[in-house]
């Protein structure tokens, strides 16, 4: 299969999801050409895909080709090439994104992917042909890393921000807690301390938990999961609707109620380092088996091509 993906290649030490899209593909042995969304003559995006099977558009918001996008997606699908639009934002509740929802022409590619599971009826009044796609994690970044403590120092670890209107209450709550539980032996890394790449896996290595959150929406939760537990970190998440079908349960992670920090501290103390170590590797082999890109993939080509 011949794909034209249109995102955003960067380098490695960066957050680099569409890259490891394509890479998904290489390993499926697909043909594929991965574009820069932003500025892109939207008659150069025309003229790649043709021949082309798929056009998956892996959005990053504010990266647009120029020129009129609508007819650039009319013309691909005319000439025989089905547009997908992917991504892995929660959307429904967001309001600066929900508002965008059946608005900005990548909503308009045939099909839409992304890992806002909950609301298949509202995407539908949008007119979005929309399907939920549970984040991946790139195949590159499967498996230990080796632990650098003098690196990274602390005993339990965040990675993420802070954005009110999208993360609500419950993270500030859980921030709070944990620096009351671990004090200096608690660190977060985010925008200011940002850690990407290969260092991300030496980070979750280096640390005894990593502390997840993700904004509060049934069958949505962020790529954390799969990058904390597919690099052998110990992840506590809270509990989200749909996980447990996709075998995100008390054998490969800790879950937790949100907002009971009581339990989840209990489950903390009760740990074994020989637990500790049958869970990260059941985690490992999860993510392995069921989680990687060429798995998700596979679930678009046979939505697109056998399903539609």
């Known amino acids: 299969m011949r794909v034209v993906v249109l995102g955003a290649p960067r380098p490695l030490h960066l957050n680099r999801w569409k890259d490891c899209l394509t890479e998904g593909g290489q390993e499926l042995g697909w043909d594929m050409l991965h574009l820069p969304a932003r500025d892109i ?3 150069d995006v025309v003229r790649a895909c043709k021949g082309a099977d798929l056009l998956i558009w892996a959005r990053t918001h504010g990266h647009d080709p120029t020129g009129n996008i609508p ?3 009319c013309r691909i699908e005319d000439a025989g ?3 997908v ?3 892995l934002d929660l959307y429904w509740g967001i309001g600066r994104r929900e508002d965008q929802i059946g608005v900005h022409p990548w909503w308009s590619c045939q099909w839409v992917f992304t890992a806002d599971g909950g609301h298949q ?5 949008r007119g979005v042909n929309h399907h939920w796609l549970p984040p991946p994690l790139g195949r590159r970044w499967l498996g230990r890393s080796l632990p650098d403590r003098r690196r990274f120092p602390g005993r339990a670890v965040f990675v993420g921000g802070y954005v009110p209107d999208i993360h609500g209450r419950h993270r ?5 807690w944990a620096r009351r539980r671990w004090g200096h032996r608690f660190v977060q890394y985010g925008r200011s301390r940002p850690v990407w790449g290969p260092d991300l896996g030496t980070l979750y290595a280096s640390a005894e938990l990593v502390l997840g959150d993700s904004a509060e929406a049934g069958r949505y939760w962020s790529d954390r999961v799969v990058c904390t537990l597919g690099r052998g970190g110990l992840l506590a998440h809270p509990r989200v609707e749909g996980m447990a079908g996709l075998g995100f349960t008390d054998d490969v992670m800790l879950l937790y109620d949100r907002g009971d920090f009581g339990g989840l501290g209990r489950s903390i103390d009760a740990l074994t380092a020989a637990r500790r170590r049958e869970m990260t590797e059941a985690a490992i082999t999860l993510i392995g088996e069921r ?3 060429e ?3 596979r679930d678009v080509e046979r939505v697109v091509f056998e399903c539609g």
Not at 121 to 125: G, S, V, Y
Not at 172 to 176: F, K, R, S, V
Request: net charge negative; proline share 7%; charged share 15%.
């Open 295 to 297: 798995h998700r993939l």
């Open 291 to 293: 989680h990687l890109w």
């Open 172 to 176: 500030p709550a859980l921030l709070n």
């Open 121 to 125: 009826a509202e995407f539908a009044a």
């Open 71 to 73: 007819e650039m997606l």
């Open 41 to 43: 003559p939207a008659d």
């Open 85 to 87: 639009g992917l991504h």
């Open 81 to 83: 090439t089905v547009t």
